[in-house]
């Protein structure tokens, strides 16, 4: 976890250095990757930092005082929320770029996406002020409550963390792909002499193409790795009752770990996923490190100035 913690937060703020270049961070996609990307310090520094504490170094506060139990899982819910439905909202403007209709293309646009992701920011939490509610210490850990609300509860995270994302996720994904298969083929057909007809489709440009591609690879990586979590956290409500023997209890705490390790690691995994799927962040990560980072050391400044 420790290791997840310094890669998620050295991708996080590359990705935020980068994503915030002039020339990129006016893309409606581009803004809500960079909300995505600064939400997930919350994410690496506050929810992992005291897993972390708390595995690794058996602080058991959160199992000792109600109010930091409410706390710290109000801020790990709404840390996982905000960050994962920015993809989201990446994912439908991508469809809206994509468009062969010129109506939903305008939906693709700085002050829309800037009103998104202040509006998603303010609704996650207020979604999870249940948390400070129904949270309690029980059996010497720090849980929802049993009986209906747990099961209720276990249901939504299910739909709201491993069946709503990804299906989200997959159709936008889908639409924009047929959108832009289908620009290929109408690009000729669309224009007379050297305009395009007005109202009709204006194939996406090159930048816009990379993005769609940085987000389909993340979109299927964090398909792979978030569905494990609410799907034990269902199970867990449903055996709760059972008579469990010491084996059984220590292989669903194996696995409730590292359906949590899961969560971290695809948000960390961000950074390099971007990396390997786009020569335009490539590029833009290559330029940063020559004209601001590697800049800022003496023996370069020197150099420079001897030149």
Known sequence: M?????????????NCFIFYQPNLRKNPCV???LASSASQFLTFNFALLTRILYMGFNIQAVNTFLWYCKIRFYFFYISVAIPRYYI???SIDRYFTS???????????SKIAMRLIIGSCLFWCLIYIQVLIFYEIQKNGCSFRNGIYGIIFSVYLLIESGILPPLMM??????????????KRKTRSLTVGDVVRPGQYTRMSRKDLQFSKMLFNQICLWIILNIPNPCYLLYQTITINDTKSPLRLTVESFISNMSYLFIYLEF????????LSSSLFRREFNRLIRHKILPRFPSNTTLRNNT
């Open 99 to 109: 468009s062969p209709d010129i109506y939903w293309r305008r939906w693709s646009s």
């Open 88 to 90: 989201i909202l990446a």
């Open 2 to 14: 420790s290791l997840i913690w310094f890669i998620g937060n050295f991708g996080s703020t590359i």
């Open 170 to 183: 997959l159709i936008f994904e889908c639409l924009t792909l047929n959108n832009i298969r289908q620009s």
């Open 268 to 275: 960390s995994l961000t950074f390099f996923v971007y990396t």
């Open 31 to 33: 803004m809500y990757l």
